[in-house]
């Protein structure tokens, strides 16, 4: 996945599909690294980074469909699960209709140990507010691009972490359906 886009890749119509430079730039808004000492876009408390970002991806578009795991070290995505799930997430959002058509779906998650170890129960809000910080840096490079976003947080975290086959240790906190206006 590259950082950079072609200025004629940005705005499209309704139904086209996010390229994987599009996705690639979201994520890297998210939770990149940014400097040489491996700091991110998004502050951490500590720098203990406890997010990690899942793509939901439909069909159409470059990448297959399926559940992917970014991976800020090389900006990079790892297909986790093959297979449309957008329906699946979707009724685990209570059947919000935004996350079963959007071509691409973020969600956010946090594992508490990472933070925890170090802030206790505080860290649960640092945690919270990195998530906030996550998904404003996507909000506004979406807005930049032409992308309609909408954080969702109504959900079922028990049949959200099925979906996308989360370990026990982390928790969905935020779905961003993601597609052009």
């Given at each position: 996945?590259?950082?950079?886009?072609?200025?004629?890749d940005?705005?499209?119509?309704?139904?086209r599909?996010?390229?994987?430079s599009?996705?690639?730039?979201?994520l890297?808004?998210?939770?990149?690294?940014?400097?040489?000492?491996?700091?991110?876009?998004?502050?951490?408390a500590?720098?203990?980074?406890p997010?990690?970002?899942?793509?939901?991806?439909?069909?159409?578009g470059?990448?297959e469909?399926g559940v992917?795991?970014?991976?800020?070290?090389?900006?990079?995505?790892?297909r986790?699960?093959?297979?449309?799930?957008?329906?699946?997430?979707?009724n685990?959002?209570l059947?919000?209709?935004?996350?079963?058509?959007?071509?691409?779906?973020?969600?956010?998650?946090?594992?508490?140990?990472?933070?925890?170890?170090k802030?206790?129960?505080?860290?649960?809000?640092?945690?919270?507010?990195?998530a906030?910080?996550?998904?404003?840096?996507?909000?506004?490079?979406?807005?930049?691009?032409g992308?309609?976003?909408?954080?969702?947080g109504?959900?079922?975290?028990?049949?959200v972490?099925?979906?996308?086959?989360?370990?026990?240790?982390?928790?969905p906190?935020?779905i961003?359906?993601?597609?052009?206006?």
């Open positions: 996945m590259k950082n950079s886009l072609q200025s004629g940005l705005y499209g119509e309704k139904d599909k996010l390229s994987e599009v996705i690639s730039r979201l890297w808004a998210a939770q990149g690294i940014s400097s040489e000492d491996s700091l991110r876009t998004s502050p951490s500590g720098a203990l980074y997010l990690e970002i899942h793509v939901v991806v439909g069909g159409g470059k990448l469909p992917y795991r970014y991976v800020p070290e090389d900006n990079t995505l790892i986790e699960i093959a297979g449309d799930m957008r329906e699946k997430l979707s685990a959002a059947s919000q209709p935004m996350i079963r058509s959007a071509p691409v779906s973020f969600v956010i998650s946090a594992v508490y140990a990472r933070i925890a170890g802030y206790g129960n505080r860290g649960l809000r640092y945690t919270y507010m990195e906030g910080h996550a998904a404003q840096n996507i909000s506004l490079l979406g807005v930049e691009l992308i309609g976003i909408c954080t969702v109504a959900f079922e975290d028990e049949e972490k099925n979906v996308l086959k989360l370990p026990a240790n982390e928790e906190l935020y961003l359906p993601l597609g052009y206006i």
